[in-house]
């Protein structure tokens, strides 16, 4: 009954190219229109991507009266600044929030000297307490 199941002995037959690493025998390799052997779908796109890509896409847009040729995102952020320069709770909340995340620290001013030489003594004391401090 065994030897109905099994395949019959092959070891005479020399198989057509060498088996090994990378190189399975001929009898477990994928078959011809096996849908699942085929991998990834070469043009296949992921949602980061087609988002990316939207965003990017460049639209006529009429901006200070001329035509203009801008990216989606570009526009979207325009549209948003307008709501919210019109009292828009919403946008303004939003345009904000973009602002904050997105602009430079513009915090130019000089250092209070009062602080630096709190800073100075500080490093001082921690630097003699380690016994590394030149007592200047």
């Known amino acids: 009954m065994a030897d109905d199941i099994l395949p019959p002995d092959t070891a005479d037959d020399e198989p057509s190219y060498k088996v090994g ?5 001929v009898h477990s390799q994928f078959k011809k229109g096996n849908k699942h052997g085929k991998g990834r779908p070469r043009a296949s796109r992921n949602i980061n991507t087609i988002i ?3 965003a990017g896409e ?9 035509m203009r040729k801008v990216s ?8 948003l600044a307008n709501k ?22 513009q915090n130019d001013d000089p250092i209070p000297e009062d602080e630096t030489a709190y800073d ?7 630097f003699m307490m380690q016994g590394e401090a030149d007592d200047e």
């Open 120 to 126: 100075l003594e500080t490093l001082r004391h921690h």
């Open 52 to 54: 990316r890509d939207v």
């Open 21 to 25: 690493y990378g190189k399975p025998p």
């Open 58 to 66: 460049r639209i006529l847009a009429k901006i200070n009266g001329q």
């Open 72 to 79: 989606r995102l570009e526009l979207s952020t325009r549209q």
């Open 84 to 105: 919210a320069s019109a009292g828009d709770l919403k946008a303004i909340v939003q345009f904000v929030a973009l602002f904050e995340r997105y602009s430079p620290p």
